[in-house]
């Protein structure tokens, strides 16, 4: 009798997020959970989105709460992470549930990284023993998948900006997750024969169309696998959004 409910706040017009928000309210739908929206202007104060977040906390026909970012820069992104009541964190942003990650203790799992560990585990890709290399230290994505690729018993190397030789880091991972942020940046060059690639860059070409951080026409016939882009990994973050959501509902369910 019970209907999961996520609160979806989104802030100010920018066309990637509004696409984003329309992905996660059209999961919402087609699996049967309610979505409530809040879409307010990009000029609405630091202290007004805190207090709708402390009404959406104290909402008990609330179960998740995202706030989609990044956040206009007038308002503080930390602290409107910490303002989310922790059980109802679905984006398993709150310092509470990354803390949760890092120790290896239930907790929501930020979902993007989430969803990457069920496309390996649902390929039958074993991670035990295998090097993995992160291209990004984000707290969303290069963080926790470094996290859970460690809990799986990979060997976890995390590259970023200032890594001295990023390619041939690149070139001894079995697994490599790119989440860069730059159009077509991984080339067969960066590859190992028969590595796993994971391509989580989203990036908008001059022609309106997407593509990944991975060049995946040049990667495709030395790698053994491959995610695309679009339909790879985004598709994967939504759904770990409407699992997290459903477990938030049951979690108060059982309280
Ligand atoms: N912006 C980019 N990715 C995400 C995400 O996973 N969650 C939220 N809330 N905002 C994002």
Same mark, same amino acid.
């Given at each position: 009798? $019970?209907?999961?409910?996520?609160?979806?706040?989104? $802030?100010?017009?920018?066309?990637?997020?509004?696409?984003?928000?329309?992905?996660?309210?059209?999961?919402? #739908?087609?699996?049967?959970?309610?979505?409530?929206?809040? #879409?307010?202007?990009?000029?609405?104060? #630091?202290?007004?989105?805190?207090?709708?977040?402390?009404?959406?906390?104290?909402?008990?026909?609330?179960?998740?709460?995202?706030?989609?970012?990044?956040?206009?820069?007038?308002?503080? #992104?930390?602290?409107?992470?910490?303002?989310?009541?922790?059980?109802?964190?679905?984006?398993?942003?709150?310092?509470?549930?990354?803390?949760?990650?890092?120790?290896?203790?239930?907790?929501?799992?930020?979902?993007?990284?989430?969803? $990457?560990?069920?496309?390996?585990?649902?390929?039958?890709?074993?991670?035990?023993?295998?090097?993995?290399? $992160?291209?990004?230290r984000s707290n969303i994505v290069g963080k926790p998948i470094g996290m859970l690729l460690t809990r799986a018993n990979g060997t976890v190397t995390m590259c970023h900006s200032r890594t001295k030789d990023l390619q041939g880091e690149c070139r001894q991972a079995d697994i490599l997750i790119a989440a860069i942020g730059k159009e077509k940046f991984i080339t067969k060059d960066f590859i190992k024969e028969g590595a796993v690639i994971i391509d989580v860059g989203i990036n908008r070409l001059a022609d309106g169309t997407l593509c990944g951080d991975v060049d995946f026409d040049d990667c495709i016939e030395k790698a053994s696998f491959v995610t695309p882009v679009p339909k790879g990994v985004g598709p994967m973050t939504i759904t770990m959004l409407l699992k997290n959501c459903i477990k938030a509902a049951k979690n108060r369910a059982k309280s």
């Open positions: 009798g $019970i209907t999961p409910t996520l609160a979806v706040v989104l $802030i100010g017009d920018s066309p990637a997020s509004k696409v984003y928000v329309r992905h996660k309210k059209k999961g919402c #739908e087609y699996v049967g959970l309610r979505s409530v929206s809040h #879409e307010v202007s990009s000029d609405i104060t #630091e202290k007004a989105l805190l207090s709708l977040i402390e009404d959406l906390n104290k909402d008990k026909t609330i179960h998740g709460i995202l706030v989609q970012l990044p956040l206009p820069s007038h308002i503080d #992104e930390d602290k409107v992470i910490m303002a989310i009541d922790p059980s109802k964190d679905v984006d398993g942003f709150h310092p509470m549930n990354v803390g949760n990650l890092s120790i290896g203790r239930d907790g929501f799992v930020s979902c993007t990284p989430a969803g $990457i560990m069920v496309l390996l585990e649902r390929t039958g890709i074993d991670i035990s023993g295998k090097k993995c290399v $992160i291209i990004g």
